[in-house]
Every structure is written in C-alpha cells, then in structure tokens.
C-alpha cells in the first residue's frame, strides 16, 4: 500500500440537519427527505439509494411536508405558509404559492397526484389543482378552530381525515362538511393533558390509523366514531406514522429514537378474521424520529440525530443477500471539504459560512501507526460568512490557496486571498462575470489559472483568474444535444486540456480546453456517477458508479482503457460491490502511475492496477489484519485492492504529495454531544 505521513483532522465542526419529513414516490424509484434547515434532498433506490440531488435550505424555508405528484413533481409546504414546487432538474425552487392559512403544518397528495390538501394553522382544510407550470387553488373545506397537524385522503379521494389537538375530523371532499367527529379521549377518565395527534393515514377498509402524543397507536372506525384498537408503544409520543401500499403493514417512530412494525395477520392460522399485530420493534436512533415511509420493499425512518435508516422487510427480499442489508446514511453523498495541496489550506463548508484552516506541520518521523508531535499547530485562518438567507451551494479554494469560491441560490462569490507572514488578508473580487446563477459545482485548474463554473441545463462556464484580483468570461460550454439537468460534477486535467462534466441525467461530457470545444461523450451507463477524476500523466478519465462499479476511459482515444475492460470481463470481488456507501472522492499518485487513490465513508483504498484482481475466493482485507499474517499467507493475499478502515467516517481524503495524505474525519460521538438531550428512558438495573 506504501507508507504515508497522515494528517488526521477532526476540527471539521459538521453537524448534519435532522430529518423532518419523508415521502416516497407513488410506484417510483425515489425517496425525498426535508432537514430541519429546510434542505431538501432525493435519494433513487435504484441507483443504490445514492443521494442524487440536494436543493439546499434557506434561513426563512422550514419544511414540514413533503408530496409528489403526477409528472413526478414534488412539492413541500412548511411554517413560512407557503406552498413550494422544486425543480429537480435545475436543484432550485420552481416556484411558491401563498397557502393563505398561516402556518402549514400538514400536506397530502390524493392517489392521482391531481390534487393536494393542505393543513394550516388556522384550522383550514385547502384544496389546491395540480396545474402545468404550478398549483391553484381549488376551495377551502369547512373550517373548524385548532390547527390541522396531519391530513390523509381515503383512497377513493372522496374523504379526508384530518388530526388536530384532542380531535379527528373527516370531510367529504365533494361538498367539503365535516361529516364526522371523534374526541380521541372520549373514552379516557379525567385526562388531564392535551392529545396531540401527530400522524393519521386513512385505510381503503375505512379505519383511521392515528399515532398522538401518549404514545399510542390507534385504529377506529370512521363512521360510527368507535375505537377498534389501541396500543401503547411508547411512554412517550409517537410521532410518525405510514402504511404500505398494500395497507398490511404500517411503521411507527417515537419520540425515544425507537420504531415499531406493526402487522395485519390472521388471528389464527387459517382464519379470515386478522388484527393489527406489533411484530418488531427497532431501536436505530438516539433521539426523536420525526419521519418514517414505507417503500413496497423496506421500513425508513428519519431522525432528528440526521440519520436516515433503510430496513429492508426480509419477507420482501428473494434471497437473502446484499439486498436485505440495513443501511445507515449520516453524511452527505457530496463533498463539502476541499483542500489546497500547495497550501496545504482546507476548506470547510458549512450552511452558511466557510472555514479556511491551515494544516499542522511537524518535524519528527516514527513508526508506523505512531503519533508524531507537533511543532505547529493547525490554524484557524478565515471564516467567511455568507449574507442573507440562502444556503451555501458548493465551494472551492484554489491549489495555491490565493481563491476562494462559493455560491448560494442568487449569488457567486469569488475572493482573493494574500498570505503575508502569519497575516491572512482576504479581498472580495469586484464586477464577477453574471452568470446564471446557482453554481451546482466548482473546481480550480491544477495551475489556479482557471475557475470552472458547473451551472443549469449542463452548461460549464470557464473564468480566467487575473492578477491581482480580478477574473473574466472566456467561454460557456454546453452539451451537443442539450440537457435540462444542472451539472454537479467537475473534473480537469493536470496539463490543462480536458474538462469532464457530469449532469444529473448521468451523461458524461469531455470538453477540450485549448480549443473550447466539445471532445467526446463517455457511453452512458445506468447508474449514477459519484465520483471521478482524470489522470495526471495518462489522461484516462476514472469514473465510480453507485453500484459501485469502476471504469476508466482514455479520453485522447475516446474509449475504455484495456484494463477496464479486463475489470467488467473479470468483475469486481463481491464485497466490493456490495458496499452501501458511495465513493466521494478520486485522486492519484503522479509517481505511482498504477495507483488509484479512492475513498468512500467508511475506508481509504489504494487501487494498484499493476496487480492481479482479487476473486470472490480472495479476502478483501484491511491493512491492519493483513500485517498480522504471516508472510507467506500475505503473499497469497497480494492483489490490486489495498485497503483502510482506520479512518472513520472519513468526509475527505487527498494526497498532499508522494509521501503525505490528509484524511478528514466526523465521529459520530462528537455530533452527538452537540444534539439536544434525548429522551430519558428507565434502563434495567438503573
């Protein structure tokens, strides 16, 4: 693998958003999330459930619903009352329209994706049209005093159930009264609190699934009012809830980190009578699960601790293999570190502000897996707020360390940045060229000359870098055919020749610097691209896939290298390819031209070409276990894959020179410490 000088970072403050709401798309491939910053972002279970697009938040954007609709357009509604389309294409907000009931607290879509209800503040029920180009609305139903926190449509559209505080209305959507009532505590003597329900969903047979704030789950019969069943699953509040589409299987989250199956079986074997069953409990969060979805094939939680669960259900799986995997995602799919190699500068990207750190430095050497003293510590050099409201798109900081470029849904920044001595002077750069903003992507030439703009419709714009402060336009280029896709990765070339972009309808474009012109187009493949980067001595252009698949393509000649053809005649080693965490990051070794430097959440993995690929027999190990064999074993063990587990989660991994890697880590540990407390649950023997 070779012996590297390692800086281990762990100054990266990173605390994700907690996961507000989710919704699955009606028989589709997709999964939209909202975080509690109000960003939103898509997740394709056929892509192995990779994150392919992320709008980001805004300070006076909450989002507390989530629907799709007919078309595959998605709309989100929260406390700022608004009703908001995004455009997935162009990752920005297509448009808002006034609900005109304060606060929106709740949102459903009926099952043509025609028509949306919303659940305001102001105990409205309002109907809105699902029209092209927006919504309209429609007509309130009748209007009652409380606000409406959860809303499900019956599946024939002709009823809506509505949840409130202590209360569960249903409507009739033709004539829009209020055809039914029910005190949730009727039955309960001298209840003394409030019972917030939080969850509802509306059955085809007629019954109202609620989850309320004393931990119950309960089904009742909608036109006499009556309680059919109660279970008490949490001394706390249940706070989600939602059913399968073959409405056998509904999955609940509380409000202590736990979720809970529960299941329509028969009461006997044999029987035609069934009754809801809690059959499994899950305990895969540490604090609230304000969102949960049911997928035709797995459970799905979202928590405020940000982390979003895939349970798959093994009854649902037909063999029991990588498919019926738990998967755990914390961390974005995207990089929010970039580094400056020359520098040896960092940036981080947070929200709304960015941090420039200079990386420590010592004197001493020592053997391996030893920790070196530092005889300068790393150093805190800038931190550049960004104005308003807007969430921070992407950045990027030169190789020499002198720019700085960021971008929110409005603007494009770019700075100057002078280091005179131990001083730090940072100078905003005046009259940027208007582009179109947002910027998806950006990426500085290897000689910090030229900035790279990735932009809507799969455009790149390409800025020159003038001294001693300044930039102009030299061109824009686009894809021949055109893409209505934003294009939200960048890759250059060391020599400054070639430029590959990829967009979000996963086509690869190749693009020639010298003469601005489009080059080439990679074959197009069905999965998502995660990653990639281009060789700085052969130009090879090496691509990973969200299945994990990787292929190298040479872009003087316009096709795959021998060697990745022998990689998909050979086939990658099973465990490989079964990993759940996408690679983030390509780099190389200038000279070990054989090497391949790759990284992914949870290891760093030295691809040596010059070596035999591993079969499914092989072990695919980490370092540290294949030292403790004896030499020989080792030797049977010697193939391309050399790989670290050491570092986790690892957000960023890149080679400061021959000998010397910088790994940027976030324990888990530390963004707990930084979460409110949970709730306090009784443990035995406590």
């Known amino acids: 693998m070779g012996e590297f000088e ?40 056929a892509a192995n459930y990779f994150q392919e697009k992320v709008i980001p938040g805004h300070e006076g954007r909450s989002v507390e619903a989530l629907c799709w609709t007919a078309g595959d357009r998605l709309f989100g509604a929260g406390l700022g009352g608004d009703i908001t389309e995004y455009d997935l294409a162009g990752l920005c907000v297509a448009c808002s329209v ?80 209020t055809v039914q009532r029910i005190m949730v505590n009727y039955h309960v003597q001298k209840a003394k609190r409030e019972c917030v329900i939080w969850s509802i969903a509306f059955l085809s047979s007629g019954t109202i699934v609620t989850s309320d704030s004393f931990g119950r789950v309960q089904f009742w019969e909608w036109e006499r009012g009556t309680l059919l069943e109660s279970h008490t699953v949490s001394t706390s509040a249940v706070l989600s809830l939602a059913v399968s589409e073959e409405e056998d299987s509904i999955i609940v989250g509380t409000s202590t980190g736990a979720t809970y199956q529960f299941q329509l079986l028969p009461v006997k074997m044999g029987s035609l009578e069934k009754r809801w069953v809690r059959t499994k409990p899950f305990q895969h969060h540490t604090h609230d699960v304000r969102a949960v979805a049911h997928s035709s094939t797995a459970l799905i939680s979202g928590g405020l601790d940000a982390q979003l669960v895939i349970r798959p259900l093994m009854e649902k799986m037909q063999k029991k293999g990588y498919d019926a995997a738990l998967r755990k995602f914390t961390f974005p799919h995207r990089r929010l570190v970039s580094c400056a190699r020359k520098a040896r500068l960092l940036l981080f990207q947070f929200t709304q502000h960015l941090e420039l750190w200079r990386l420590g430095s010592t004197e001493e050497t020592g053997k391996d897996g030893e920790v070196l003293p530092l005889c300068r510590m790393p150093e ?6 960004s104005k308003g409201p807007e969430h921070i798109y992407c950045s990027c900081v030169s190789p020499c360390g002198g720019w700085v470029a960021y971008s929110t849904a409005s603007r494009f920044h770019l700075y100057r940045v002078r280091y005179e001595g131990d001083g730090v002077s940072i100078k905003k750069v005046p009259k940027v060229p208007k582009l179109l903003p947002p910027a998806y992507q950006l990426q500085f030439s290897s000689d910090s000359g030229s900035l790279f703009v990735a932009s809507a419709r799969g455009s790149v714009h390409v800025l020159q870098l003038l001294e001693p402060g300044g930039c102009k336009h030299l061109h824009t280029f686009q894809p021949p055919s055109g893409s209505p896709e934003a294009v939200y990765l960048l890759a250059s070339s060391t020599d400054g020749h070639w430029l590959a972009a990829v967009s979000g309808d996963w086509a690869i474009h190749i693009y020639n610097l010298k003469c601005f012109k489009h080059h080439c187009a990679v074959p197009t493949y069905s999965c998502a691209v995660t990653a990639l980067a281009i060789h700085p001595v052969t130009n090879n252009l090496v691509i990973a896939y969200s299945d994990q698949q990787l292929f190298e393509f040479s872009i003087p000649e316009k096709q795959y290298t021998a060697w990745s053809r022998m990689v998909q005649n050979c086939g990658l080693h099973r465990v490989w390819l079964e990993r759940d965490s996408p690679i983030t990051h390509i780099t190389f070794n200038p000279k070990k031209p054989s090497h391949i430097l790759l990284h992914d959440i949870y290891m760093f993995c030295v691809l040596d070409k010059s070596l035999p690929l591993p079969d499914n027999s092989a072990l695919l190990m980490n370092q540290s276990t294949l030292k403790q064999l004896p ?56």
């Open 98 to 177: 006034d609900g005109c009931g304060g606060p929106i607290w709740s949102m459903a879509a009926d099952s043509s994706g025609t028509q949306l209800a919303i659940g305001c503040e102001d105990g409205s029920v309002k109907l809105f049209r699902v029209v092209p180009g927006g919504i309209q609305f429609e007509r309130n139903l009748d209007r009652r005093k409380g606000r409406i926190l959860c809303l499900s449509w019956h599946p024939s559209d002709t009823h809506i159930a509505a949840g409130s505080v202590d209360i569960i209305r249903v409507f009739d959507v033709s004539s829009g009264r």
């Open 380 to 385: 805190h050099l800038v931190q550049l707020k």
């Open 631 to 686: 030499e020989t074993a080792r030797q049977r063990q010697l193939h391309a894959f050399k790989i670290c587990k050491k570092f986790q989660p690892l957000l960023f991994a890149d080679l400061l020179d021959e000998n010397c890697l910088v790994m940027v880590e976030r324990p888990i540990m530390d963004i707990k410490t930084q979460l409110p407390l949970p709730v306090q649950q009784k443990k035995f023997g406590t």
């Open 6 to 45: 390692v800086h281990r970072v762990r100054f990266f403050g990173l605390v994700p958003a907690g996961v507000r709401c989710l919704a699955c798309q009606p028989r589709g491939s997709r999964l939209a999330l909202a975080r509690t910053d109000g960003a939103v972002e898509v997740y394709n279970f």
